[in-house]
């Protein structure tokens, strides 16, 4: 994917990032967020299918993109936004997906981003330059997401930022203060709650997945509270899974009420279970490196802590937060033109946060 993009423009913007550490901070503000895109200072434009990685003149560096499902994505990534902002029991940064805009066909702004594509030098770009701007522009909608710079997880292992976010492999104590360890116990939750296969290849969930270690990346937080860069686990590439064969779907949240009541035990002392195991043994398969049975130990302690942000409500354990959640990303997701009917999605995401309730019930139940 790389190597086609780098055939099409020998462009200053590459994915060399991760490899220099240079990445930027997660929390700038983009111009991507609002309307004021100044499109005419676009100076390169990478494109591979439909997906074009832009950089303005000023440096600021975005993602266009645009598919069949660029309603859904762009859903997904306004309801995980949301989500990560009921995390508050732990002092760390919780996880993050992209920030993320969708600008539509009727809007001044579409035809606007289209041509100044258009307008750019056709000498150094391939041919097929100008007909994926075309392909670009017969879809309904673009999703503009901010370019996370930081490595995915197959890469962090040749570069500072592992040693800088994972404990090593004999580390017992003081694990609560590796912010990466709670991030990936709140993207398993995240994931759980979207059927998100293609990420982590989470076992008694997704036994035949493989996983997709590009879907998670580490950015950066500038200069933190304690003077400190603080890196941050960045969940990209994810849309709503909603299963709609009933056999199929009760497998699934049957497999998930039984994976949250694992991990609850093993974040009361009990072992790490194999959900979780599997989640190490992916890394360490990814990285090459051994992050060690406690950091799993801890993700479990950190699952359960963050179950009870999503799913407790004083002494009653419910999905309201969740239904909130879910409002709130609607509610955006419509500002910004979204139109297709995501009602299914909706209702598969309340029925998942049912079954991982059942899930902290049925734990709670194995201890009376």
Excluded at 180 to 192: N, P, R, S, V
Excluded at 268 to 289: K, M, S
Aim: aromatic letters at 8%.
């Amino acid at each position: 994917e790389n190597k086609e993009m780098g055939e099409e423009h020998d462009t200053q913007v590459k994915i060399k990032e991760w490899q220099k550490c240079e990445i930027y901070d997660v929390e700038t503000p983009l111009p991507i967020e609002s309307s004021l895109v100044d499109y005419a200072y676009i100076s390169t434009a990478l494109s591979s299918d439909g997906v074009f990685l832009i950089q303005l003149k000023n440096n600021t560096v975005f993602i266009a993109k645009a598919s069949g499902a660029t309603q859904k994505e762009t859903f997904t990534t306004l309801f995980g936004q949301e989500l990560a902002k009921i995390f508050t029991r732990s002092p760390h940064r919780p996880f993050s997906t992209p920030k993320a805009r969708m600008i539509s066909k009727s809007s001044s702004e579409h035809s606007w981003l289209l041509s100044q594509l258009s307008l750019l030098d056709s000498s150094i770009y391939s041919s097929s330059h100008q007909s994926r701007i075309s392909r670009l522009g017969t879809r309904s909608h673009i999703l503009l997401l901010q370019f996370i710079s930081g490595p995915t997880l197959a890469h962090i292992s040749s570069s500072p930022v592992f040693d800088a976010i994972f404990p090593s492999p004999n580390t017992t104590s003081n694990l609560n203060t590796f912010p990466i360890l709670t991030q990936l116990a709140q993207l398993i939750i995240f994931d759980l709650l979207i059927n998100n296969w293609d990420r982590f290849p989470l076992a008694t969930i997704w036994d035949a997945r493989e996983g997709n270690s590009r879907n998670l990346m580490i950015g950066v937080v500038r200069n933190s509270s304690d003077g400190d860069d603080e890196y941050i686990a960045v969940g990209i590439d994810q849309s709503i899974c909603a299963i709609k064969g009933a056999d199929l779907k009760v497998k699934y949240l049957k497999s998930v009420k039984e994976a949250v009541r694992d991990a609850w035990k093993g974040g009361h002392g009990g072992n790490v279970p194999r959900v979780v195991r599997t989640l190490g043994e992916y890394v360490q398969g990814c990285t090459e490196r051994d992050i060690g049975n406690g950091s799993m130990k801890r993700v479990c302690e950190a699952f359960v802590e963050s179950c009870q942000d999503c799913f407790g409500e004083g002494e009653e354990w419910s999905g309201k937060k969740i239904e909130a959640v879910l409002q709130a990303a609607m509610e955006r997701f419509k500002a910004m033109g979204g139109n297709v009917d995501l009602a299914a999605e909706v209702e598969f995401v309340k029925e998942v946060s049912g079954a991982m309730v059942e899930g902290v019930k049925l734990y709670m139940a194995g201890c009376k």
